[in-house]
């Protein structure tokens, strides 16, 4: 794979020549990423004209999207943030969530839209959801980067869904394994060797 293939978007590094050996494949490019936030981020321009828009991050892996994202909305809006517990350096969801860092806004009679990266299992968005829900905003709405196909095990009404993925453990864009490769601009497999290594 090319660096070419592997999408360039304009002075982003699209080449980390540490992290060569552990990349299998390309699933989305960054030019392919970058194009689909363009398209959400018009349906939601148009979506929340006129409305208090907050777009709500869940750290760590949602930051890229967010940035991204962000400035492909032509509206004016307003960031926080939540941090929430993940499974560490495993691959497997626990369901277990735990808030490590709530948000500064209070969500009374705000537009809130959650953005992030992945839904896999979607335990902790529906988590998320749930919690946020009783914080009476004037409406709550989810835009994902990434879905991936046929797990969800809770029920999740998604409004703005990026790309529909197959079930396989994937990296870059904000996604880590062992807190790295968030800072590729594209979507990628690993090879078992990587896993092996951690
Ligand atoms: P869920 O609760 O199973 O939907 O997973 C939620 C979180 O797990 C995501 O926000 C990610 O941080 C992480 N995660 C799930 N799948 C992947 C993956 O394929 N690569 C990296 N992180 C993942
Ligand atoms: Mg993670």
């Avoid at 032509?74 to 495993?90: H, I, K, Q, T």
């Amino acid at each position: 794979m090319t660096v070419t293939e592997r999408g360039s978007v304009s002075t982003l590094a699209t080449y980390v020549e540490a992290y060569e050996p552990d990349i299998d494949r390309v699933l989305i490019s960054a030019e392919e990423i970058q194009a689909k936030l363009a398209e959400m981020g018009e349906r939601i321009s148009q979506d929340y004209a006129g409305r208090r828009l907050l777009l709500v991050g869940v750290l760590k892996g949602a930051f890229v999207v967010m940035a991204d994202l962000a400035r492909y909305v032509r509206l004016p809006l307003e960031f926080d943030f939540m941090a929430v517990s993940s499974y560490g350096a495993a691959t497997k969801t626990s369901g277990v969530v735990r808030i490590l860092k709530d948000l500064d806004h209070d969500l009374e009679g705000l537009d809130v839209l959650v953005v992030e990266d992945i839904v896999d299992s979607g335990l902790t968005l529906k988590y998320l959801l749930k919690n946020l829900a009783g914080r009476k905003p004037a409406s709550l709405e989810v835009a994902a980067l990434l879905r991936k196909e046929g797990i969800q095990q809770v029920n999740l009404d998604i409004r703005y869904t990026g790309f529909e993925i197959p079930n396989e453990f994937v990296v870059g864009y904000g996604l880590d394994f062992a807190e790295r490769f968030r800072n590729l601009p594209y979507i990628a497999t690993l090879r078992p060797e990587a896993y092996a290594d951690a």
